[in-house]
């Protein structure tokens, strides 16, 4: 069963236009025509990792974000780790899986979601 923050935010992604879900290496990650533009891991507590080409900065100035493994990190992409119980700021997640779904989409589909999402 997955708690609520992992079930709002894989909600929030599966509202894209074309966002559909896989289960690569037994995550859930949301893709947009093949292409995945956020990872949900739900593992004692979760996780998340999006690319962010705007927000990557900024976003790596919190000690819940660190560049994403895997060589990603150079490509913009940052990963998010909360602790169960771990109180997460699902506004500014959202807004981040908005990014990288604009980041990912195919630009006419990247220009259907508002800047605010």
């Known amino acids: 069963m997955a708690g609520p923050d992992f079930a709002a935010l894989r909600a929030h992604g599966l509202a894209f236009p074309e966002a559909v879900e896989d289960f690569p290496w037994g995550h859930t990650a ?5 292409k995945i533009f956020v ?3 739900e593992e ?6 999006v690319k962010l080409p705007v ?18 990190g150079r490509s ?6 909360f ?3 771990e109180q997460a700021d699902l506004d ?11 980041a990912v ?10 800047e605010a999402d």
């Open 83 to 85: 602790a169960a119980g």
């Open 30 to 34: 949301l893709k947009v025509r093949g």
């Open 44 to 49: 004692n507590g979760f996780g998340m990792t």
């Open 92 to 102: 500014l997640l959202r807004r981040w899986i908005g990014e990288s779904y604009r």
């Open 105 to 114: 989409a195919p630009k006419t589909l990247a220009a259907l979601v508002p």
């Open 76 to 81: 913009g992409w940052i990963s998010c780790r």
């Open 55 to 72: 927000s990557r900065d900024f976003a790596l100035v919190f000690d819940f974000a660190a560049p994403a493994g895997y060589g990603l």
């Open 39 to 41: 990872s949900l891991v």
